[in-house]
């Protein structure tokens, strides 16, 4: 079990340009969920996936905002025609998802820090 | 809806004193609730957590009891270390697909 992992670490964009951000999550499991942090602030929910499919989008994510997760193991996190106002720290996590006494845990990933200049 | 209140910080603190770090928590339902710490330039590390009334989470000799009663979930430790300077972060699992919804955060800095 190597933990969740996120890539880059870093990305640095000018403003109206795309990004993409991708999160291998724990082997196995299902659930995979994207949080946004911003400075001093704590993270807040974007979007989540069971398996493939994405069952629930925050109204947080815009319409330049889109994430997949093809097969059910890692996922994408795009961003197109980037804003300053999207600088953050994207998160990542996972669950096991499944019925039992840790299915609700979630274990988070090292983060994507954006700035958009 | 669903929310997490924590006290403000940053909180300071000589190392080998008590720590509490207060939160409470407004919900419907029965959530589970989470104290995650998160160390300069990293993601976040599950603490502790509890999933029901009266329960006590505990790890690294961090505790918190869930109060139902009070709605509370506070985090304490007997005797801090300068290893535990972090952010703190409260939080609950949401009714559902159970997001987690997140406090603001509180910074401890202990010093030697």
């Known amino acids: 079990d190597t933990g969740v992992s996120q890539n880059p670490r870093h990305k640095i964009t000018k403003r109206g340009q795309n990004v993409t951000f991708r999160c291998d999550p724990i082997?196995?499991?299902?659930?995979l969920y994207w949080y946004r942090q911003t400075l001093g602030q704590g993270p807040e929910f974007l979007t989540y996936?069971?398996?493939?499919?994405?069952?629930?989008k925050s109204r947080l994510l815009s319409d330049r905002f889109s994430a997949e997760r093809p097969k059910g193991s890692f996922s994408t996190l795009e961003i197109q025609r980037t804003e300053q106002g999207d600088s953050a720290m994207y998160l990542c996590?996972?669950?096991?998802?499944?019925?039992?006494?840790?299915?609700?845990?979630?274990?988070f990933g090292p983060g994507t820090r954006l700035l958009v200049l | 809806g669903n929310s997490v209140t924590q006290m403000e910080g940053p909180v300071t603190l000589s190392e080998e004193a008590f720590l509490t770090i207060n939160c409470t928590y407004t919900?419907?339902?029965?959530?589970?609730l989470f104290w995650y710490v998160q160390y300069p330039g990293e993601g976040l590390q599950l603490l502790l957590k509890a999933t029901k009334a009266d329960d006590k989470g505990s790890n690294k000799g961090f505790e918190a009891t869930y109060r139902k009663e009070t709605t509370s979930f506070h985090l304490e430790k007997g005797s801090v270390q300068v290893s535990d300077s972090a952010v703190y972060f409260c939080a609950l699992t949401d009714t559902g697909f159970q997001k987690l919804v997140f406090g603001t955060g509180t910074r401890l800095l202990v010093s030697p």
């Open positions: 996936f069971q398996n493939e499919a994405q069952l629930e």
């Open positions: 919900a419907t339902g029965y959530p589970s």
């Open positions: 082997s196995e499991h299902n659930r």
């Open positions: 996590a996972s669950s096991p998802g499944v019925a039992g006494g840790n299915q609700e845990t979630q274990y």
